[in-house]
């Protein structure tokens, strides 16, 4: 619930956060004879027969370790964990599930997301549970109206019998959404991974002969392949275009329905890029899709974390979300498209400040002085100019007055809501007031 409700008030929209739900574990090497939670350990538990990584089991594996374990429930989050030995593991089970599938019908969430299909005990031979029994168990609770979306990875075609998974493995009517991970990124265009992508991804086609409601996404990024080639394809307006250029190609060249960008933990000194990097590609999609009518548009989904700290850090929400959201919603309440017009301030708000700060979010008494003519240029004579780096847009204070505005690099920088205005067919944009950028 936390990380649902910081997400919101990043200004998330609920129906575009899709709740992850893990068919894996964490595991722990115990180091004292305490076994509950929050039991002193000595590292990451021992790696599984199958994934071969230390503190991490599959579903399946952890059904085969609770053979002569003890399992208990943690009461506060409804969730469960063994231990057996110096070795313990925390997990997802049909009954959590079900009841984190209650808790996102009661937030009004888009859907569940789960990592991965493969992890699941996809043939049915480890938990005596039928066939994917944490999957089935979210299709049965999600119901139609939610999005139930499946990652399968490229590597877990290489794990030993019986835990090997291939395409073959996939049941076409169990997801809404499946997501293929990961395409690589060399220079600035998208491409394979693995060796026999290409049989993957016309193996992947294959299922929507079987589903045709069935959307097939490529996720591109991951922990493995890192943050260095995304701030790559950032060095400028001009590479980043070169990438969103061979996704759409890409895309379509392999009939695939989306993207899914999985920027790994990206940096405080890169999130702006991440920001860009979204919007082109959603203006891009839009574009493309309005170009070719016959065509559905190009699904667009980002990968985020819970944690507060790598939200913080990485992910500029209302910056990656504010154009889309408040169009949509003003359409969703009866707003003809000609009749939104979107606006940039060519004016700024002033507060007098009750301290010796001067930054974002410095107490203040009340609103500023009145300005002799309303203009920021003016005041800007012997003011310090400064930046809020995660808006591109700048602020100026002197004395006790402090003053938030636009200027042209910001406004250069929102070029893209132009674009974006004309994708949408979207009334124009609105300068608010002219007469107050005047020389």
């Known amino acids: 619930d936390n990380a649902v409700q910081y997400w919101k008030s990043k200004g998330a929209p609920p129906k575009k956060i899709i709740l992850g739900i893990p068919a894996y574990g964490r595991s722990f090497t115990l180091s004292t004879s305490q076994n509950g939670v929050k039991a ?59 009841n984190k599938v209650q808790y996102l019908k009661k937030q009004n969430l888009g859907g569940g997301m789960v990592w991965a299909l493969d992890l699941d005990d996809f043939n ?8 994917y029994p944490l999957i089935q168990t979210l299709k049965k609770q999600l119901i139609s109206a939610f999005n139930l979306v499946c990652y399968f990875t490229s590597w877990s075609q290489y794990r030993e019998a019986p835990a090997g998974f291939v395409t073959d493995d996939i049941e076409p009517d169990l997801c809404t959404h499946l997501i293929y991970a990961f395409a690589n990124i060399s220079g600035n265009q998208i491409t394979t991974y693995e060796w026999n992508d290409a049989t993957t991804y016309n193996n992947l086609r294959g299922l929507k002969t079987r589903n045709p409601k069935l959307k097939i996404l490529l996720s591109v990024g991951g922990a493995k392949l890192g943050s260095r080639p995304f701030q790559n394809i950032n060095t400028s307006p001009a590479t980043r275009s070169e990438f969103v250029a061979s996704v759409i190609s890409f895309l379509r060249s392999n009939n695939f329905d989306g993207l899914d960008v999985a920027w790994h933990r990206p940096s405080q000194n890169h999130k702006r890029d991440l920001v860009k990097l979204v919007q082109d590609l959603n203006v ?3 574009y493309e899709a309005q170009r070719n009518p016959k065509r559905q548009k190009l699904i667009l989904s980002v990968a985020v974390p819970a944690g507060k700290e790598a939200i913080d850090n990485g992910f500029d929400i209302p910056n990656i979300a504010r154009q889309d959201y408040a ?27 009750s301290s010796a700060q001067t930054g974002v979010g410095a107490p203040a008494s009340g609103p500023g002085l009145a300005g002799t003519f309303t203009k920021v240029c003016s005041f800007n004579h012997g003011a310090t100019k400064e930046k809020i780096e995660e808006q591109d847009v700048p602020y100026s204070y002197k004395g006790n007055q402090w003053v938030g505005y636009e200027d042209e690099t910001s406004v250069q920088i929102k070029a893209s809501i132009v674009q974006y205005a004309k994708n949408n067919n979207l009334g124009g944009v609105m300068l608010e007031l002219l007469l107050l950028n005047i020389q």
Not at 50 to 78: H, M, P, R
Not at 334 to 352: E, L, N, R, S, V
Request: net charge positive; charged share 20%; hydrophobic share 30%.
């Open 284 to 286: 891009a999609f839009r």
């Open 327 to 353: 169009v949509r919603y003003l359409k969703t309440k009866g707003a003809p498209d000609g009749k939104i017009i979107m606006g940039i301030p060519t004016y700024g708000h002033t507060f007098t400040l």
């Open 40 to 98: 002193p350990t000595s590292g990451p538990g021992t790696a599984g027969i199958y994934t071969k990584e230390s503190g991490f089991l599959a579903y399946y594996e952890i059904c085969d370790f609770k053979n002569g374990a003890t399992t208990k429930v943690i009461e506060s989050q409804k969730v469960p964990y063994s231990f057996k030995g110096n070795q313990w593991v925390g997990y997802d089970d049909v009954s959590s599930i079900t």
């Open 124 to 131: 049915g031979s480890f938990c005596k549970e039928g066939r």
